[in-house]
């Protein structure tokens, strides 16, 4: 018994959407649900990932917000009826992963019967930003269990010490004004590359399997540099390492790989999910194509 991932919807933001990642979230959302032919009640669990949000709000969690806008049960519940749960976890491009991880628990525990997974980040907008780096783009993955020896295995994590802030985001007072600033080394890629290779090769020991096992792998973040030096470090081709189209999706990238990798997929392939970010973090995990 596995978690398998039914539904990838992946999205990019509408003009007037271009500061608003709750909308993006919510669009995302309900191109899952229809795709995959679900109401959104049928959602008993709803986490969001997504990092960078509408004039850069902390609270409340922007899952309740999107669990709301969707419909999935956003009453109160009642004894003997059905409701939703829903949060937010925040770790950065690799939120995607850290996000199928705890959903994985739920299902496995089988507390749970259909889960989803959002993402998406947005410039805050109105002056509340300094050179956003990210694409306004959202994800959503609707994930359920199976009986098969399918879906998703053990999620591996590993971590390298940031000596010289390689990426980081920070919010500061400017004008009276909460700003979003960033910072970035050029050591980036090959940092990055090192804790996410790290990552992969703990998850493949502790599968017993090998690179040459793996049919088809899928990373976050997209940048050109990563890709490459994750390549080299693993010993495969970079073209083996499947990104996401757009380079400057954060996120919503993980998602928009793995859609783009599995759309050839066949049952029972094996593919190995490799995320990293700041921090620097990094995870790894296998995931076995359902029949």
């Given at each position: 018994?596995?978690?398998?991932?039914?539904?990838?919807?992946?999205?990019?933001?509408?003009?007037?959407?271009?500061?608003?990642?709750?909308?993006?979230?919510?669009?995302?959302?309900?191109?899952?649900?229809?795709?995959?032919?679900?109401?959104?009640?049928?959602?008993?669990?709803?986490?969001?990932?997504?990092?960078?949000?509408?004039?850069?709000?902390?609270?409340?969690?922007?899952?309740?917000?999107?669990?709301?806008?969707?419909?999935?049960?956003?009453?109160?519940?009642?004894?003997?009826?059905?409701?939703?749960?829903?949060?937010?976890?925040?770790?950065?491009?690799?939120?995607?992963?850290?996000?199928?991880?705890?959903?994985?628990?739920?299902?496995?525990?089988?507390?749970?019967?259909?889960?989803?997974?959002?993402?998406?980040?947005?410039?805050?907008?109105?002056?509340?930003?300094?050179?956003?780096?990210?694409?306004?783009?959202?994800?959503?993955?609707?994930?359920?269990?199976?009986?098969?020896?399918?879906?998703?295995?053990?999620?591996?994590?590993?971590?390298?010490?940031?000596?010289?802030?390689?990426?980081?985001?920070?919010?500061?007072?400017?004008?009276?004004?909460?700003?979003?600033r960033f910072h970035q080394t050029l050591?980036?890629?090959?940092?990055?590359?090192?804790?996410?290779?790290?990552?992969?090769?703990?998850?493949?020991?502790?599968?017993?399997?090998?690179?040459?096992?793996?049919?088809?792998?899928?990373?976050?973040?997209?940048?050109?540099?990563?890709?490459?030096?994750?390549?080299?470090?693993?010993?495969?081709?970079?073209?083996?390492?499947?990104?996401?189209?757009?380079?400057?999706?954060?996120?919503?990238?993980?998602?928009?790989?793995?859609?783009?990798?599995?759309?050839?997929?066949?049952?029972?392939?094996?593919?190995?999910?490799?995320?990293?970010?700041?921090?620097?973090?990094?995870?790894?995990?296998?995931?076995?194509?359902?029949?």
């Amino acid at each position: 018994m596995g978690t398998v991932i039914e539904q990838v919807a992946v999205g990019e933001s509408r003009w007037r959407h271009r500061h608003s990642a709750l909308h993006l979230a919510v669009d995302t959302a309900q191109d899952c649900l229809r795709k995959a032919a679900r109401h959104p009640h049928d959602v008993d669990l709803l986490v969001n990932a997504g990092i960078y949000r509408d004039r850069n709000l902390g609270e409340p969690a922007l899952a309740a917000l999107i669990q709301e806008d969707i419909g999935a049960n956003p009453e109160d519940p009642h004894a003997g009826t059905h409701g939703t749960f829903s949060f937010d976890v925040a770790n950065g491009a690799c939120g995607l992963l850290s996000a199928l991880q705890i959903v994985d628990g739920f299902l496995t525990s089988k507390t749970i019967d259909c889960a989803m997974v959002v993402a998406s980040d947005a410039d805050p907008g109105r002056g509340m930003s300094e050179h956003f780096p990210f694409a306004p783009a959202g994800a959503a993955l609707l994930c359920s269990r199976t009986d098969e020896a399918a879906g998703l295995e053990q999620v591996h994590w590993a971590s390298v010490r940031d000596r010289s802030e390689t990426f980081n985001a920070t919010v500061g007072l400017r004008d009276h004004k909460n700003v979003l600033r960033f910072h970035q080394t050029l050591r980036r890629d090959d940092e990055f590359a090192t804790a996410a290779a790290d990552a992969a090769q703990r998850c493949l020991r502790a599968s017993s399997h090998t690179i040459a096992d793996v049919d088809v792998i899928v990373a976050a973040p997209a940048w050109p540099g990563y890709r490459a030096s994750l390549a080299e470090k693993l010993g495969v081709a970079a073209d083996r390492v499947v990104v996401a189209d757009d380079e400057t999706m954060h996120t919503a990238s993980l998602a928009a790989a793995f859609s783009r990798a599995t759309s050839d997929c066949g049952g029972g392939d094996l593919v190995l999910l490799i995320a990293a970010g700041a921090g620097i973090t990094a995870g790894a995990a296998l995931y076995r194509m359902p029949r």
